[in-house]
Structures are given as C-alpha cells and as structure tokens.
C-alpha cells in the first residue's frame, strides 16, 4: 500500500484512491508532497501500532526540533523566531546579538520562501546552522504577527562581560536571578500552551499540566565571583499547584537568590513541605543554568513535556534537545 501527501489544491477530498498512480518511480511529484509505501497491516490491533508508530516518529521528529506548533503570542515563539533570525541573517558569519530589522529580516525571508514554494523540500546550511522549509514556512507565518521596525533579543545582555572566564561570570547575580525568575515563568507559559494547542484531549493525562495552575518555587544559586573550577550558576525549585489562581493566570515564580558559600541549609526541607498526593509528588529539581544561551524557556518547556508524553506512551524513549 502507498499513502502519498497531496499537495494545495491538488485534490478535491481528504482521502482520495488512486489506482492510476505507478507503485514505482518516477512517482507524479508536481501532484504530492511526499509519500511511503508499506505492507498492509494484517495482525489483531495492527492499524491501531500502525498509525501510533507513524505518530510517534513524527511527534519525535518535531519535539527534538521544537517545532510544535504554538500561539504567535507565546515567549516559545518569541525565542524561535529570534533563533532563526539569527541564523538567517547571519548566513555563516558572525550573528546579530541584539537586534534586527524586520525589514531586511522580512526581504531575506521572502527570498527563502520563494525557494520553498517551488521545491518539494529545501535545507540551507551556513556553517553551524541549518534551516528548512518547515522552519521559513513558520517564520514567514510569525513575522505577520509581530509590530515595530526591529526583532529584538528576548533576554538582556550580559552586564560584567569583562575579565570573564565563564559564560556565567558575564552575568551579574542580580540579572542571573532575574533573567531565570522570567525563563521558569516563560516556560510554565510555553508548556501550558502546547499542551492546550497539540494534546488537548489528554493534557489531564500528563504529570505536569494536571496540577495546573502552578507556582514555582526555588532558589538561585551563584557560585563565588572568582571560581576558578565553578562552571555555572544553578537553579533548585519545585512546581506546586497554586489554588489561589486561574487556570489561564500568569504562573507565580517565587525565587531567593543566595551565594556560595552562603547557601541556606533549610533549602531542600522548604522545598519539600508539601504534603505529597497520590497524583503529584512534589519533586525538586536542581539544574544548571544556560544563561546567555538560545532558547532557554524553550528547552525548559520542551524538557518537562516530553518528560510527560513518555511517561504515557507517546514518546518510546526520551529525546535529546541538541542545543
């Protein structure tokens, strides 16, 4: 059996037979996006594996990619959409750090995008980095949404650059401690809203949006100035249900920022005071902190969903984010 992909226009009903099609090359590309041929299921449930696998590669696919689709408002959007314009503009030489025109983004842009009109599948690649059709397809989607003359990055700059050693040395305490406060809160947000936009028949299914709403509680932990061997700040919180708010509110992020060697020895017990339910067992996480790189709400988000989609079957093994 072959199930072939139509194009735009191609075809006048979702589900079309046609036996007039060769079952080998050259297959009428000017009518089809793509298409894969297979034997045709026989066992007991064999449609029903058949169709999750099929599922399961391609939510794969898009989950490493972080492609899912979101709302043009959502801060997972806001760091995509910096992160391909960088790349784009770029173009292997050195990337924009602050901001960009949105009309030189939107000419490049539209350059791609003709390309990918006339093409069955388009990648380009400058050096490190890579973008394709579905990434100028979204892109060109999201810069209708967005005002204003310049694409600005989403994060602030580094304010101690100088004498730095490590990526985090450029970071003062106070703007490590603010910009993580925004990342956990963007990433509650961006998760909320794939789970609403891509799973919403089970999103009560999955671990974390099923004590939704949440509040997060933690510590920012900041090594001292001169650590010679330290190679990062880090974070430790919880997620909580918060019964004071609406499903819809903006999550509340309540962190303490403290300093090497001046870390509270209550910590983990604080964190740990609720009493645990049969459905959410209070867990502490304790990570290291990204801060200055790309799409860090989106790695968060990303990290906590597929957490969520392998533990009830929609993912058969864990995937790894490549940075």
Known sequence: ?????????????????????????????????????????????????????????????????????????????????????????????????????????????????????????????????????????????????????????????????????????????????????????DALIGYRGLVQRNFPRFGAALGLYSIFPVRAEGLVIMPERDATEAYGASVAYTLRHDVGSRAQDVPAVEFDLAEEPNVPGSLWGRLQEEQASVFHRPAIHHEGLSTGLERQATNLAYSWLIRDLKAVGWLERSVTLPE
């Open 1 to 185: 059996m072959t199930i072939a992909q139509a194009r735009e226009g191609a075809m006048d009903a979702d589900l079309v037979v046609r036996p007039d099609l060769p079952p080998q090359e050259p297959f009428p590309w000017a009518q089809f996006h793509d298409y894969q041929s297979f034997a045709v299921p026989q066992e007991k449930l064999a449609r029903w594996v058949w169709a999750r696998n099929r599922l399961r590669e391609r939510l794969a696919r898009q989950v490493k990619n972080r492609a899912l689709p979101v709302d043009p408002t959502s801060p997972l959007a806001a760091e995509r959409t910096w992160f391909l314009a960088r790349q784009i503009m770029a173009q292997g030489r050195a990337r924009p750090r602050r901001e960009i025109s949105l009309d030189d983004l939107r000419r490049e842009v539209d350059e791609l995008m003709a390309q990918v009109k006339t093409t069955r599948w388009s990648r380009w690649q400058w050096g490190a980095d890579t973008v394709d059709s579905a990434d100028i397809r979204w892109l060109h989607a999201q810069l209708q949404h967005l005002p204003g003359d310049t694409l600005a990055n989403p994060r602030p700059p580094a304010d101690r650059p100088e004498g730095a050693r490590y990526l985090w040395q450029t970071y003062s305490p106070e703007l490590t401690f603010s910009i993580t406060q925004d990342v956990i809160r």
